[in-house]
């Protein structure tokens, strides 16, 4: 039986900024934290909605507030976590499926996943400016 170190004894990495995460990891993060930057953003979007369904004064009031550069910025910062959050589970349901398992293909998908945000968020950009 062999003889095992114990956890005391072992290397320890704590600086974060050190560590090299695979691009898997990285894309498997990001999806997880553009779910909670959506979710995040969902009473916001619903506040929205609501002042434009209100009235047609208050739709075009909020209509004048979306034609100012801030809330362009923000709209577009929001879309990269949509974006993202949509191919990377589109990725993720084709794991699921056994598409794409292999380490190579899986390596593929992600940086698959990454262009097609950073793509899809430029042409939105170039829509809504």
Same mark, same amino acid.
């Given at each position: 039986? &062999?003889?095992?170190?114990?956890? *005391? /004894? *072992?290397?320890?990495? %704590? /600086?974060?900024?050190?560590?090299?995460?695979?691009? /898997? &990891?990285?894309?498997?993060?990001?999806? *997880?934290?553009? #779910?909670?930057?959506? =979710?995040?953003?969902?009473?916001?979007?619903?506040?929205?909605?609501?002042?434009? %369904?209100?009235?047609?004064? !208050?739709?075009?009031?909020? #209509?004048?507030?979306?034609?100012?550069?801030?809330?362009?910025?923000?709209? @577009?910062?929001?879309?990269?976590?949509? =974006? +993202? +959050?949509?191919?990377? #589970? %589109?990725? +993720?349901? #084709?794991?699921?499926?056994?598409?794409?398992?292999?380490? /190579?293909?899986?390596?593929?998908?992600?940086?698959?996943?990454?262009?097609?945000?950073?793509?899809?968020?430029? @042409?939105? !950009?170039?829509?809504?400016?």
């Amino acid at each position: 039986m &062999a003889k095992k170190t114990p956890i *005391r /004894n *072992r290397p320890k990495n %704590l /600086n974060l900024l050190t560590i090299r995460l695979p691009i /898997n &990891a990285v894309v498997s993060i990001l999806h *997880r934290m553009s #779910g909670m930057v959506l =979710f995040l953003m969902i009473p916001l979007l619903i506040w929205c909605l609501q002042t434009s %369904l209100s009235s047609e004064q !208050a739709f075009l009031a909020l #209509g004048e507030v979306f034609q100012h550069w801030v809330p362009k910025l923000m709209l @577009i910062a929001l879309s990269c976590p949509f =974006f +993202h +959050h949509f191919y990377a #589970g %589109l990725r +993720h349901l #084709g794991q699921d499926v056994h598409w794409m398992t292999t380490l /190579n293909k899986a390596r593929f998908s992600s940086r698959v996943v990454l262009v097609l945000d950073a793509c899809s968020a430029l @042409i939105f !950009a170039y829509y809504i400016w």
